[in-house]
């Protein structure tokens, strides 16, 4: 199957660590991706991990990455009000993306 | 990254009528371009691909003869929604890949289409 699931909602107080979930059922992606959506607009890549790593690390965004349970999670340190979007994994099987469903982050002060 | 532009970015029109979408890329040669559709809080639907110069592949369930695809050039593909209906209101998403940008994705910032 190709399900990459997601919860819908999280809501963190801003200065405050995010962490976004994600599973998948392809244990064939090479890749798996992390993109963001704002209000009205297209996806921008935030961060990939290769699929023999464990871990990614980017700034203030940490990926890890569970092969054996395909588990995919993203961490946002010190989560600002302008991370407020949603955020999609997507995995990469053979040759197109599979998006989550997607998570809505609502950062408050 | 490479930059992915849409025109237009909104747009209504009356039911029955045809509505043409465009997608370029602006600074990179685009070999292939998806077209991707999202309902409200859902994710993205891949609806097709397109190769430069040939017939676009679509997914299954989606209407060739509704959502008509061309990728004449390199840096352009457009989606007409033929004979828009209701039903057909979402927002419409392109990326693109290819040449130098290599096998990244870039996406366009979207198009929204209502239909009345």
């Known amino acids: 199957g190709e399900d990459v699931e997601q919860s819908l909602f999280l809501s963190v107080r801003e200065g405050d660590s995010s962490v976004i979930n994600c599973t998948y059922t392809?244990?064939?992606?090479?890749?798996l991706y992390w993109y963001k959506q704002e209000p009205g607009a297209g996806l921008q890549l935030l961060t990939y991990?290769?699929?023999?790593?464990d871990m990614k690390q980017d700034q203030r965004l940490t990926v890890l990455l569970n092969k054996k349970d395909k588990h995919l999670s993203l961490r946002i340190a010190d989560t600002q009000t302008g991370d407020s979007a949603i955020y999609f994994c997507a995995e990469f099987p053979t040759d197109k993306l599979i998006f989550g469903t997607g998570t809505r982050l609502q950062v408050f002060p | 990254g490479a930059v992915v532009s849409q025109h237009p970015s909104r747009v209504i029109c009356k039911s029955g009528t045809s509505v043409k979408i465009e997608c370029r890329s602006l600074?990179?040669?685009?070999?292939?371009m998806f077209w991707y559709r999202q309902f409200p809080k859902q994710s993205l639907m891949l609806m097709a691909t397109s190769n430069e110069g040939s017939k676009a592949t679509y997914e299954q369930g989606v209407e060739k003869d509704k959502f008509l695809i061309n990728h004449a050039s390199l840096t352009l593909s457009t989606l007409t929604v033929t004979s828009a209906h209701p039903e057909d209101s979402s927002f419409y998403i392109c990326?693109?890949?290819?040449?130098?940008?290599?096998?990244?994705?870039?996406f366009g910032p979207g198009t929204r289409l209502t239909v009345l």
């Open positions: 392809d244990s064939s992606s090479t890749y």
């Open positions: 990326s693109a890949r290819g040449g130098l940008a290599g096998d990244e994705q870039f």
């Open positions: 991990i290769f699929s023999n790593m």
């Open positions: 600074d990179f040669q685009a070999t292939t």
